[in-house]
């Protein structure tokens, strides 16, 4: 059974960082399609990166140039780097991982908070 766990969220600074991390079980993650997407408070969740097996990488405009996503293949772990966080980037984040044709599966999230 695939099984998703967050890490690494928390309450920063406007300005500040955070490193999150997701680490992966139950199957061979290196050619699974990863992924971060948040959730604000009265919204949808959105995407924020994805991350493709060959490490090809995609990113929300609000994040680019703040937001970095790499794996770890040997880890079955995929990270967010956030640097200069801004308060709208508050939210839970989630990780996801999916294959092709494939079912889709989600962690449970993890808050981070940015305060002004």
């Known amino acids: 059974q695939v099984h998703l766990v967050e890490s690494g969220g928390g309450l920063v600074q406007a300005g500040g960082s955070l490193r999150l991390s997701c680490v992966a079980s139950g199957r061979i993650f290196s050619i699974d399609i990863m992924g971060w997407y948040r959730q604000a408070p009265g919204k949808q969740r959105e995407l924020v990166a994805t991350?493709?097996?060959?490490?090809?990488?995609n990113y929300a405009d609000s994040v680019k140039g703040r937001f970095t996503i790499s794996r770890d293949n040997a880890k079955n772990t995929v990270y967010l780097q956030m640097n200069s966080l801004k308060p709208e980037d508050t939210g839970v984040y989630y990780c996801?991982?999916?294959?092709?044709?494939?079912?889709?599966?989600w962690g449970q999230g993890t808050q981070v908070t940015v305060s002004s």
């Open positions: 991350i493709t097996g060959g490490s090809n990488t």
């Open positions: 996801r991982t999916y294959r092709l044709g494939e079912l889709e599966y």
